[in-house]
């Protein structure tokens, strides 16, 4: 739900925080004040379309900010578009200047406007004037009948989902093989052939390194065999290791009886003697063993290159290489029964086309079934809210093409006027009766409708008395269990509030702006009198308000 709304330098405003809390909240003021800006502003950062002429300084940036708390659906929507949410809070935020652009950020990160819109229609819909609306997208129309009717067609409902995947699936895998016999052919004989090359070289796992390990030794043979014989002669010639090391142990052997420490330096040094002559049978035996053939060199040569060869073709090592085989068999046996699989895949997706029709066609059927009750409830709704001669219904058509919802196109008709004939909402309504129509239908769908803020705004356009205490109420009814923001001139509507916020318009330093302030028991008690007598507040109107505001108190507890 919304928590606070941060608007500075937009419209009539210069710097305003305004905090919401859950159930009803109503915002009432002066005509002028500024109560539609707020909602404006509200539908500016859901990504509303920006008016430059909005800006109040247009040599400052207009900042409207917006925190939400959100559920786990809502954050899963922000992780698939890659934003974080920091424990269910999200601050939705739109900068604007005068040259026209504007910034859209989800927790401080930029995003594009798309983004914005489907995260916004998850978690408010704005009824009214505001382009940000659902009940004008038919796109939308569907998924509340579907809401309505989903005791009868939930599981129906994803059965086709599941069915419309597999079509998908079937088809993706048919456009990827969907090869002419030449085209199989052509693969065929590149497959085959690459295969027979890596079949031939018969590699083994590993190899690549002990032949690398084979031929640097043998490129570096006269090197080697310098060296180790070097260090043999260091250690055995007459004045080398070996021989100095011998007269050494013979000079400390000499005067070791004269000294235990001597004695214990010798047997060091006699192990160490012992040690070098080890090592030197070791070298000699290295030395003696180190063999060179031109011949043998070439061959490690000629392996280590069709190596090299196959890793530039098929991978960067032998174990890729193999990989690679393995799929070319695979590859290799499917392209020898293509024709077959192609058949397969056919013949599958016809079944599954077949299972899909038959469940599109019951789903159908229950939504024709479940609208005849949806389209009577709302019209009980809109008599009780004053459209009285208003005629609703869901016009359900077949699509042209399977969809992950079925083959159904639903749209909601609408007559406001006897004698008129049903068409589209958007074509009709006003903003006052879109809302109570929306009003009528959140009614009617109650908890199942997931989103958590509803804004309506000129819901009271064109009612009165009895209707508007009808449509107070009513609006409280959906506030248990929904956030519901309402822009009203009705004291029959505003008393029915769980937090009522007045807004008014003053002149500071020849600067015209607006504000917002939360009203107490007694600074309500005068703001509904002047909803209802007008700027003059009589000890009559005073007592009218009270009798509203304990009546609607009492509606409230008996509720």
């Given at each position: 739900?919304?928590?606070?709304?941060?608007?500075?330098?937009?419209?009539?405003?210069?710097?305003?925080?305004?905090?919401?809390?859950?159930?009803?909240?109503?915002?009432?003021?002066?005509?002028?004040?500024?109560?539609?800006?707020?909602?404006?502003?509200?539908?500016?950062?859901?990504?509303?379309?920006?008016?430059?002429?909005?800006?109040?300084?247009?040599?400052?940036?207009?900042?409207?900010?917006?925190?939400?708390?959100?559920?786990?659906?809502?954050?899963?929507?922000?992780?698939?578009?890659?934003?974080?949410?920091?424990?269910?809070?999200?601050?939705?935020?739109?900068?604007?200047?005068?040259?026209?652009?504007?910034?859209?950020?989800?927790?401080?990160?930029?995003?594009?406007?798309?983004?914005?819109?489907?995260?916004?229609?998850?978690?408010?819909?704005?009824?009214?004037?505001?382009?940000?609306?659902?009940?004008?997208?038919?796109?939308?129309?569907?998924?509340?009948?579907?809401m309505y009717a989903d005791q009868s067609i939930g599981h129906l409902?994803?059965?086709?989902?599941?069915?419309?995947?597999?079509?998908?699936?079937?088809?993706?895998?048919?456009?990827?093989?969907?090869?002419?016999?030449?085209?199989?052919?052509?693969?065929?004989?590149?497959?085959?052939?690459?295969?027979?090359?890596?079949?031939?070289?018969?590699?083994?796992?590993?190899?690549?390194?002990?032949?690398?390990?084979?031929?640097?030794?043998?490129?570096?043979?006269?090197?080697?065999?310098?060296?180790?014989?070097?260090?043999?002669?260091?250690?055995?010639?007459?004045?080398?290791?070996?021989?100095?090391?011998?007269?050494?142990?013979?000079?400390?052997?000499?005067?070791?009886?004269?000294?235990?420490?001597?004695?214990?330096?010798?047997?060091?040094?006699?192990?160490?003697?012992?040690?070098?002559?080890?090592?030197?049978?070791?070298?000699?035996?290295?030395?003696?063993?180190?063999?060179y053939s031109p011949e043998v060199l070439q061959e490690v040569e000629?392996?280590?290159?069709?190596?090299?060869?196959?890793?530039?073709?098929?991978?960067?090592?032998?174990?890729?290489?193999?990989?690679?085989?393995?799929?070319?068999?695979?590859?290799?046996?499917?392209?020898?029964?293509?024709?077959?699989?192609?058949?397969?895949?056919?013949?599958?997706?016809?079944?599954?086309?077949?299972?899909?029709?038959?469940?599109?066609?019951?789903?159908?059927?229950?939504?024709?079934?479940?609208?005849?009750?949806?389209?009577?409830?709302?019209?009980?709704?809109?008599?009780?809210?004053?459209?009285?001669?208003?005629?609703?219904?869901?016009?359900?058509?077949?699509?042209?093409?399977?969809?992950?919802?079925?083959?159904?196109?639903?749209?909601?008709?609408?007559?406001?006027?006897?004698?008129?004939?049903?068409?589209?909402?958007?074509?009709?309504?006003?903003?006052?009766?879109?809302?109570?129509?929306?009003?009528?239908?959140?009614?009617?769908?109650?908890?199942?409708?997931?989103?958590?803020?509803?804004?309506?705004?000129?819901?009271?356009?064109?009612?009165?008395?009895?209707?508007?205490?009808?449509?107070?109420?009513?609006?409280?009814?959906?506030?248990?269990?929904?956030?519901?923001?309402?822009?009203?001139?009705?004291?029959?509507?505003?008393?029915?509030?769980?937090?009522?916020?007045?807004?008014?318009?003053?002149?500071?330093?020849?600067?015209?702006?607006?504000?917002?302030?939360?009203?107490?028991?007694?600074?309500?008690?005068?703001?509904?009198?002047?909803?209802?007598?007008?700027?003059?507040?009589?000890?009559?109107?005073?007592?009218?308000?009270?009798?509203?505001?304990?009546?609607?108190?009492k509606k409230k507890l008996s509720s």
């Open positions: 739900m919304l928590l606070e709304l941060y608007i500075e330098n937009f419209v009539l405003i210069d710097k305003l925080t305004i905090p919401f809390d859950k159930g009803f909240n109503v915002l009432t003021g002066e005509t002028g004040a500024g109560k539609s800006i707020l909602l404006g502003a509200l539908d500016l950062i859901l990504g509303g379309k920006f008016n430059k002429d909005s800006i109040k300084d247009s040599l400052k940036k207009a900042v409207i900010q917006g925190t939400f708390s959100v559920d786990e659906m809502a954050e899963t929507v922000l992780h698939q578009h890659g934003v974080d949410s920091d424990e269910g809070l999200v601050m939705l935020s739109r900068e604007m200047y005068a040259s026209g652009r504007s910034i859209l950020r989800i927790n401080g990160r930029m995003v594009p406007k798309s983004i914005v819109s489907a995260f916004g229609n998850i978690i408010v819909d704005i009824h009214g004037q505001h382009e940000h609306q659902s009940l004008l997208r038919s796109a939308t129309h569907i998924k509340m009948l579907d409902l994803n059965d086709v989902h599941e069915s419309y995947k597999k079509i998908g699936l079937i088809k993706n895998e048919l456009d990827m093989i969907d090869l002419t016999p030449e085209q199989v052919q052509r693969e065929l004989e590149l497959v085959q052939y690459q295969l027979d090359e890596i079949q031939k070289a018969a590699l083994e796992d590993g190899e690549d390194e002990a032949i690398e390990a084979r031929l640097s030794y043998l490129k570096n043979f006269e090197q080697i065999h310098t060296v180790m014989n070097g260090a043999h002669e260091a250690i055995s010639d007459e004045r080398g290791i070996y021989s100095e090391l011998s007269r050494l142990l013979r000079s400390l052997t000499s005067v070791e009886a004269y000294d235990e420490r001597i004695k214990s330096l010798r047997e060091e040094l006699e192990t160490v003697y012992y040690s070098v002559e080890n090592l030197n049978s070791e070298i000699r035996a290295y030395a003696e063993g180190v063999e000629e392996r280590f290159n069709v190596m090299n060869d196959l890793k530039r073709k098929y991978g960067q090592s032998i174990t890729e290489i193999l990989e690679y085989a393995d799929n070319l068999e695979s590859r290799l046996d499917e392209l020898t029964h293509h024709s077959e699989h192609v058949d397969k895949l056919k013949s599958a997706l016809s079944q599954e086309e077949n299972h899909f029709d038959a469940l599109a066609e019951r789903l159908t059927e229950k939504r024709i079934k479940a609208a005849r009750t949806f389209d009577e409830s709302i019209m009980k709704e809109l008599f009780e809210l004053n459209m009285k001669d208003a005629r609703f219904s869901t016009s359900i058509t077949p699509t042209e093409s399977r969809r992950m919802d079925g083959m159904d196109s639903v749209e909601f008709l609408i007559s406001t006027n006897m004698g008129q004939e049903l068409r589209p909402l958007r074509k009709v309504v006003s903003g006052g009766e879109l809302s109570r129509i929306m009003l009528s239908i959140k009614l009617i769908l109650g908890k199942l409708d997931e989103v958590p803020t509803l804004v309506f705004d000129e819901v009271d356009t064109g009612i009165s008395g009895i209707t508007a205490s009808i449509v107070g109420e009513k609006l409280q009814k959906i506030a248990d269990t929904h956030q519901v923001l309402c822009v009203t001139h009705l004291p029959q509507i505003a008393v029915m509030a769980d937090q009522h916020l007045f807004i008014e318009k003053h002149t500071e330093a020849q600067n015209t702006v607006s504000s917002v302030r939360p009203l107490d028991y007694d600074s309500r008690i005068l703001e509904i009198g002047r909803l209802i007598g007008g700027d003059v507040i009589t000890d009559t109107t005073r007592v009218h308000a009270i009798e509203l505001i304990e009546q609607a108190h």
